[in-house]
């Protein structure tokens, strides 16, 4: 319907601008087929017709603006939800170490690791990992070598963690690796379903003394 002003047509043919129902344009043009309402826009109702152009390139803009709100806004909720999607218990699948330059792997903690990893809704972490085939000592007291022996084949870790992206920024409160203690490090993780991939910046590794890059995988748990 029209909302500009009324419109009724006389029998001379001629437009005039009497209180009447509204008509639509279809209406019009029906009535008279050799009358052109948008020319009679035009002509007549300049303020009226600029006014329309004006509301439409403004409704135009406000769409624009919008999107691209939308637009910056997906990175952030991205990264919200992998956050929100971490949060839980993961059981380790697989630790691998690999060299940088030769790509050579190397399974720590045996083929098939045992432990977990936790992480609650108000960022804090631990981790706890150890090869599936160990022995323990041999009699009621520990030797040094066997205390040795078990710790090689463990570790665990705990402290806060951040999600942004796909980064997570990890701070060791407490942990076997003493030398990680009070100190922050990134892992780059990704979320497929159950399976949680966590990927280190290449390091150094303490015991090969080589440039690695260890690769965890998880299932979750619950």
């Known amino acids: 319907m029209l909302d500009l002003l009324s419109l009724s047509v006389s029998a001379s ?14 209406e019009v043009d029906k009535a008279l087929p050799n009358f052109h309402f948008g020319v009679y826009l035009e002509r007549f109702l300049p303020s009226n017709v600029a006014s329309l152009r004006e509301l439409t390139m403004k ?30 218990v993961w059981a380790i699948k697989s630790n691998i170490n ?16 045992q432990g977990f990893a936790f992480f609650t809704k108000g960022g804090h972490f631990a981790f706890v990992l150890t090869a599936k085939e160990r022995k323990g000592p041999a009699g009621a007291q520990i030797t040094d ?13 705990t402290g806060t963690f951040k999600v942004e992206g796909s980064k997570v920024t990890l701070t060791y409160v407490a ?26 910046p290449p390091q150094k590794n303490m015991n090969t003394g080589t440039e690695t890059v260890f690769v965890i995988t998880m299932e979750r748990a619950e």
């Open 13 to 26: 043919g001629l437009v005039t601008t009497k209180t009447t129902p509204l008509l639509t344009v279809e």
């Open 59 to 88: 409704r135009i803009l406000i769409s624009a603006v919008t999107l691209a709100f939308l637009v910056t806004l997906a990175q952030p909720m991205a990264a919200q939800d992998l956050g929100a999607q971490l949060v839980g």
């Open 98 to 113: 690999k060299e940088t330059a030769t790509g050579k792997e190397l399974g720590l903690m045996g083929d098939n690791p």
């Open 145 to 157: 070598a066997e205390r040795a022996a078990l710790y090689a084949t463990m570790a665990a870790t």
């Open 175 to 200: 942990t076997s690796n003493q030398i990680w203690v009070g100190t922050t490090q990134t892992r780059t993780i990704e979320i497929a379903g159950t399976k949680l991939t966590w990927t280190s």
